[in-house]
């Protein structure tokens, strides 16, 4: 039986926290924990260092998405692996977009921190943990303002 591959990505969103802080390393340690505990076979790591997750256009999801072409034909979908909801995006419609484009890919989404379910709750829940990573971001920005 073959292992169901996947592909880790992490992001901080800042330079200072890329040259200061360790949070692209223990992000990418715990994914590729939950990885090995899923029993995935890691075939990628993706970063996006200093940029931010309100962003649709990142480098490193770019890549991400690039990848998962490559592996349209596969008859498991490729898991795209990330620490937390606010990892993957801090605006909502860019969390859906990305979320959809990664399915449009034969991909799918999965978090240690966050269970995704294919019902009317768990669309629910996840579109407000969406939309609290927003609300999160507007308030850090109101507040460098300020």
């Known amino acids: 039986m073959e292992l169901i591959k996947c592909l880790i990505y992490c992001r901080v969103s800042s330079q200072r926290q890329v ?6 390393e223990s992000q990418e340690i715990r994914c590729r ?4 505990s899923q029993g ?6 993706f970063r996006d260092e200093g ?3 309100g962003l649709f256009e990142r480098t490193g999801m770019k890549q991400v998405l690039a ?4 592996y349209l034909m ?4 490729v898991v795209v692996i990330f620490d937390d909801l606010k990892r993957f995006a801090r605006d909502t419609e860019v969390h859906f977009a990305l979320k959809k484009e990664i399915y449009s890919r034969n991909g799918r989404v999965e978090s240690p921190n966050f269970r995704f379910e ?6 629910f829940v996840e579109t407000v943990m969406a939309a609290h990573a927003e609300l999160e971001r507007n308030q850090n920005k109101r507040q460098v303002i300020q």
Do not use: W
């Open 40 to 45: 995935y076979q890691i075939i990628g790591v």
């Open 33 to 36: 924990e939950y990885a090995k």
């Open 118 to 123: 294919d019902t009317p709750d768990g669309k």
């Open 67 to 70: 990848c998962l072409e490559l």
């Open 19 to 24: 040259d200061e802080g360790h949070g692209l």
């Open 51 to 53: 940029e931010s997750g």
């Open 74 to 77: 596969e008859p498991e979908r």
